[in-house]
């Protein structure tokens, strides 16, 4: 992309943010950490109205906030994800890296491990947990490290974690998700088919690579 639509017109930090509100100012924390969580989603546009609804507020109070640092929306599309997670972070001064960690090192996981890429993105992947640690270590082409699944509590306690990437069997999904909730873990990204009950403030997305396969065959010429 040429151009960078959601870069402020006028939104200089230095001069700016004297008179923003603090309310402001941590709402844009909360919009900066669900824009790297859709960035690793991989959705690229996003509206306000959307933007709001995730975070519990309307998207006039959504275009209020940002529009106190410049124009960054599209009239009609939206903002570019990437675009104003940067812009936000430079208002912010914050680097905050989004710490990863994924649960079931099996085919599904062991791949998603053992890739690299999601580091350039800003997510640090931190620790593999599996019922079978050893078995699990011999699948990952990277040197994240693998534990129990029974040492979830000694590991995250006291530690940030904002995602778990669950790729267990289905039927195991629940229980772990309970344990993550009680962890103090924000969202999960969940490729297993099983619907999950977590508490509201927990942010959880479905990923059924079956059922996008399904969909898009719909669309092959036989
Ligand atoms: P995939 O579904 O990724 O292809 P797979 O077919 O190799 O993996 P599954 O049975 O789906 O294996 O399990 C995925 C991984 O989850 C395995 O490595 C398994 O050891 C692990 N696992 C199973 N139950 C749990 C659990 N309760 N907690 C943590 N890990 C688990």
Do not use: H
Not at 28 to 52: D, M, P
Not at 105 to 116: H, P
Request: net charge positive.
């Amino acid at each position: 992309m040429s151009e960078s639509p959601s870069s402020p017109t006028s939104g200089d930090p230095e001069n700016g943010s004297r008179k923003i509100p603090a309310a402001v100012i941590k709402r844009l924390s909360l919009y900066a950490r669900l824009l790297q969580s859709l960035e690793f989603q991989n959705i690229t546009r996003i509206s306000s109205a959307e933007l709001g609804r995730r975070l519990g507020m309307n998207a006039a109070q959504v275009r209020k906030d940002l529009a106190c640092f410049g124009q960054f929306g599209v009239p009609g599309l939206g903002y570019y994800v990437a675009d104003l997670r940067v812009q936000l972070r430079k208002i912010l001064r914050s680097d905050s890296e989004v710490r990863v960690i994924l649960i079931g090192v099996g085919n599904l996981g062991s791949a998603l491990l053992s890739y690299g890429g999601f580091l350039k993105q800003g997510f640090t992947m931190l620790w593999g947990f599996d019922v079978d640690p050893v078995a699990a270590r011999s699948r990952v082409r990277s040197a994240i490290e693998i534990f129990s699944i029974d040492d979830l509590e000694k590991r995250l306690i006291g530690q940030q974690v904002d995602i778990a990437v669950l790729t267990v069997p289905a039927d195991a999904a629940q229980a772990i998700a309970t344990r993550l909730a009680a962890l103090g873990v924000q969202a999960i990204l969940n490729f297993t088919p099983s619907r999950l009950d977590v508490p509201k403030v927990m942010q959880v997305r479905y990923v059924d690579l079956a059922l996008e396969l399904e969909n898009l065959s719909y669309y092959v010429q036989s």
